[in-house]
């Protein structure tokens, strides 16, 4: 009935057992508490002196099955890695009884018991904590197994047949509060996250909607400075041209090789034609170079991905160049920086990543929405982006691509 290993279990310290009266006015205290709780933490928290005078632990926890493949743990005693993360069922210590491969489990010494410590087995807790006695008993749900009860303690062989008996007792109290718990709880995850699902899709509709108001701002921008400045020279040089005696040719090339050199300055502006021709990392140098020309500025282009940017989508590979086009004009126009660099990198995950520092002053304590912040956030969220922006010694603008787009 004990399920222990051959050998493994040395004769249990005598200690003080509880009466069957007090074992039954604690199942009482017991199921008062989880009336009274709607949080699986809290609800754990109030029973645990009741657990405890039922059968003494080190550590006890409650594993709930989560998502397929997955389970959750709640702790109380020892706080471990275990609440702070799901485990594989195929990795968890417990997972013989998770899988009914077994009724339950009663070791003497966990540590060196094969069903808990082995190969790829979430077990740290077991070692470094010392976990020696257990006892692991399923919860079971309308005949269903949903989780386990797991209660541990340091000395080893300190659980009996009797211990068992008793978790599995108190097991069955538990389960139907704990399950109802997990599956609230679980529902309040959905809702939030359907929630923050909507809250973004609002968010990017404003901000495609700002994006494509600044769009149309700069095409109106470029229209006038197409009418205020390109017109206004050709007009002139024409007149230039037609003027008795006509001008020097010496000096109507120079007019002329300004005015081209406006004009390529507006195509660049609203054309990214080098990325197109030359790819993202060549269009970025020069970009750089331009917009930091005769300040002294440092810069610094580093692509470790081979091109990977040239690969993507064009849509794709046109906002990546956008955003880091505003993070150069605002280092270099704006934060007084002496060095920005340009670094692409592929992540172990797959995910493609672009950072913009500089060693500037840092953002404004006040950004305004025409501060270009937001147009960068926009761009991003349009292509499935991340954006980090951080200001300490400088601005890091970070925007990653994930995976599955890049």
């Given at each position: 009935?004990?399920?222990?290993?051959?050998?493994?279990?040395?004769?249990?310290?005598?200690?003080?057992?509880?009466?069957?009266?007090?074992?039954?006015?604690?199942?009482?205290?017991?199921?008062?508490?989880?009336?009274?709780?709607?949080?699986?933490?809290?609800?754990?928290?109030?029973?645990?002196?009741?657990?405890?005078e039922l059968i003494p632990f080190t550590h006890a926890d409650i594993c709930l099955l989560d998502r397929p493949g997955w389970v959750v743990s709640h702790e109380i005693g020892i706080h471990t890695r275990w609440s702070r993360r799901r485990t594989?069922?195929?990795?968890?210590?417990?997972?013989?009884?998770?899988l009914k491969r077994c009724p339950m489990m009663l070791t003497a010494n966990a540590m060196h018991d094969p069903r808990h410590v082995f190969p790829g087995a979430s077990c740290g807790p077991i070692l470094d904590h010392h976990l020696r006695a257990?006892?692991?008993?399923?919860?079971?749900?309308?005949?269903?197994?949903?989780?386990?009860?797991?209660?541990?303690?340091?000395?080893?062989?300190?659980?009996?047949?009797?211990?068992?008996?008793?978790?599995?007792?108190?097991?069955?109290?538990?389960?139907?509060?704990?399950?109802?718990?997990?599956?609230?709880e679980h529902a309040r995850q959905v809702a939030r996250m359907r929630t923050r699902a909507q809250e973004r899709t609002e968010s990017l509709r404003a901000g495609a909607l700002e994006l494509t108001q600044a769009l149309e701002r700069e095409r109106?921008?470029?229209?006038?400075?197409?009418?205020?400045?390109?017109?206004?020279?050709?007009?002139?040089?024409?007149?230039?041209?037609?003027?008795?005696?006509?001008?020097?040719?010496?000096?109507?090339?120079?007019?002329?090789?300004?005015?081209?050199?406006?004009?390529?300055?507006?195509?660049?502006?609203?054309?990214?034609?080098?990325?197109?021709?030359?790819?993202?990392?060549?269009?970025?140098?020069?970009?750089?170079?331009?917009?930091?020309?005769?300040?002294?500025?440092?810069?610094?282009?580093?692509?470790?991905?081979?091109?990977?940017?040239?690969?993507?989508?064009?849509?794709?590979?046109?906002?990546?160049?956008?955003?880091?086009?505003?993070?150069?004009?605002?280092?270099?126009?704006?934060?007084?920086?002496?060095?920005?660099?340009?670094?692409?990198?592929?992540?172990?995950?797959?995910?493609?990543?672009?950072?913009?520092?500089?060693?500037?002053?840092?953002?404004?304590?006040?950004?305004?929405?025409?501060?270009?912040?937001?147009?960068?956030?926009?761009?991003?969220?349009?292509?499935?982006?991340?954006?980090?922006?951080?200001?300490?010694?400088?601005?890091?603008?970070?925007?990653?691509?994930?995976?599955?787009?890049?």
């Amino acid at each position: 009935m004990s399920n222990l290993l051959p050998g493994s279990a040395p004769a249990a310290p005598v200690r003080h057992r509880a009466t069957a009266a007090a074992t039954d006015a604690a199942f009482r205290r017991i199921v008062a508490h989880l009336a009274d709780e709607v949080e699986i933490r809290a609800a754990l928290r109030a029973i645990a002196a009741e657990i405890g005078e039922l059968i003494p632990f080190t550590h006890a926890d409650i594993c709930l099955l989560d998502r397929p493949g997955w389970v959750v743990s709640h702790e109380i005693g020892i706080h471990t890695r275990w609440s702070r993360r799901r485990t594989r069922v195929n990795a968890s210590p417990v997972r013989d009884v998770l899988l009914k491969r077994c009724p339950m489990m009663l070791t003497a010494n966990a540590m060196h018991d094969p069903r808990h410590v082995f190969p790829g087995a979430s077990c740290g807790p077991i070692l470094d904590h010392h976990l020696r006695a257990r006892i692991n008993v399923p919860l079971r749900v309308m005949g269903e197994v949903t989780g386990t009860l797991n209660i541990s303690h340091e000395i080893e062989g300190y659980y009996d047949a009797a211990d068992v008996e008793l978790a599995g007792h108190l097991a069955n109290i538990l389960a139907p509060s704990f399950h109802a718990l997990h599956t609230a709880e679980h529902a309040r995850q959905v809702a939030r996250m359907r929630t923050r699902a909507q809250e973004r899709t609002e968010s990017l509709r404003a901000g495609a909607l700002e994006l494509t108001q600044a769009l149309e701002r700069e095409r109106q921008r470029i229209g006038m400075d197409l009418h205020d400045q390109t017109l206004a020279d050709l007009t002139r040089l024409l007149r230039e041209l037609t003027h008795e005696p006509p001008l020097d040719r010496g000096r109507l090339a120079r007019n002329l090789s300004e005015t081209i050199a406006d004009l390529r300055s507006l195509i660049d502006t609203a054309v990214p034609t080098l990325l197109d021709l030359f790819g993202f990392s060549h269009a970025i140098r020069v970009y750089l170079e331009r917009a930091v020309e005769g300040d002294g500025i440092t810069v610094d282009v580093l692509d470790k991905t081979g091109g990977k940017v040239d690969r993507l989508q064009p849509t794709a590979r046109t906002a990546l160049f956008r955003i880091a086009q505003e993070a150069i004009n605002n280092a270099a126009k704006h934060a007084h920086a002496r060095l920005i660099r340009v670094i692409v990198t592929a992540e172990t995950g797959g995910e493609l990543r672009v950072v913009i520092q500089d060693n500037g002053c840092g953002l404004p304590s006040q950004l305004g929405r025409r501060s270009g912040l937001s147009h960068l956030r926009t761009r991003a969220d349009l292509i499935g982006a991340e954006l980090e922006v951080v200001s300490d010694d400088g601005t890091c603008v970070t925007v990653t691509l994930p995976a599955a787009l890049s």
